[in-house]
């Protein structure tokens, strides 16, 4: 039996079901390299690139299981897995705290002004306090787009900060709601009453450009959003013109539309939102955490044993 890892997961992966099968790593081949490639192995470890089509699938004949070290499951033609009796194994919530703590830190980061403020120490050397004036989050209204694991820990962690949480999602019933002590609203009424708007939603059909220029229209012009989870939630071109026009107060992202796969030797990457002094991105680190490969490594090892029968 044979596995085959293709991008940076925890060792221990490797190192665990190595007792078991050999295990082979390629970071982050092309779709026509793993498709050449797939067809010599049962077992695929990956994270969210490249996209898995019908087309890989097909040449996967011997492909068993698919364990996939984030939560998402949009890049895998899902109808073709199950149709070939492939499982696909995911690590939903092992990685909702290093996200929600990296919600509340782009929070502060753009609330305090901190990552100019470095800059003008460090390149400029300059000592100028007057120049960062910022806000505290204490009294402010926080709304979280998608409440599940991430939004939750969000939530609570804003309340922390003395934040009032409002929320939607349309999936939970009104006692968790209760016990999150969140309000419960439609994605209209968090938008024109929140300070900060944080995004814990899948990108689906209904979501995408969610956050366009009429939605942000309906925002407090100082408001912030933050974007944890999907690229394609945010309509770039609207927010740009936003901030420049002064229509929102922020935009504070660890995700883009058209984000690199990972790690290309050489590539170059660039935005009109990179002009904006009040936006703020990380190349999507969120689940980036020592403390989160760990969890999900351990998660898709007992996954995949189970699965086999190992």
Not at 26 to 45: G, W
Not at 46 to 68: F, H, N, Q, Y
Not at 127 to 154: A, C, M, S
Not at 163 to 190: C, G, I, T
């Amino acid at each position: 039996m044979k596995c085959l890892i293709i991008d940076v997961v925890h060792s221990a992966i490797a190192e665990e079901l190595g007792k078991y099968m050999q295990v082979d790593t390629k970071i982050l081949p092309t779709q026509e390299e793993l498709a050449r490639m797939i067809p010599d192995y049962e077992v695929l470890i990956m994270r969210v690139d490249p996209k898995i089509t019908k087309a890989v699938l097909d040449a996967a004949a011997k492909l068993k299981v698919i364990g996939v070290c984030s939560v998402g499951l949009n890049h895998i033609d899902m109808e073709t897995a199950k149709a070939k009796g492939i499982q696909v194994i995911n690590a939903p919530g092992l990685n909702g705290n290093a996200v929600a703590e990296l919600t509340i830190s782009k929070m502060l980061d753009i609330s305090r002004h901190t990552i100019p403020a470095n800059q003008d120490v460090k390149v400029n050397k300059t000592w100028d306090k007057y120049k960062f004036v910022g806000r505290e989050l204490r009294g402010k209204t926080l709304g979280i787009l998608g409440f599940g694991r991430i939004g939750q820990r969000v939530g609570e962690l804003g309340r922390a900060f003395l934040m009032d949480v409002v929320a939607y999602d349309p999936y939970l019933p009104a006692e968790v709601f209760e016990q999150q002590h969140a309000k419960s609203m439609s994605v209209e009424e968090v938008l024109k009453v929140s300070d900060f708007v944080t995004i814990h939603m899948p990108l689906t059909p209904e979501t995408k450009d969610l956050f366009n220029a009429k939605s942000i229209a309906g925002m407090k012009d100082d408001a912030v959003v933050l974007n944890m989870a999907r690229g394609g939630i945010v309509n770039e071109k609207d927010m740009y013109e936003a901030l420049k026009a002064g229509k929102i107060g922020g935009y504070a992202s660890d995700v883009m539309e058209n984000e690199l796969g990972g790690l290309t030797e050489g590539a170059g990457f660039d935005s009109p939102l990179f002009e904006c002094d009040n936006f703020i991105v990380t190349p999507h680190l969120g689940a980036q955490t020592v403390d989160a490969s760990r969890d999900i490594g351990q998660h898709i090892i007992a996954k995949v044993k189970e699965a086999l029968s190992l």
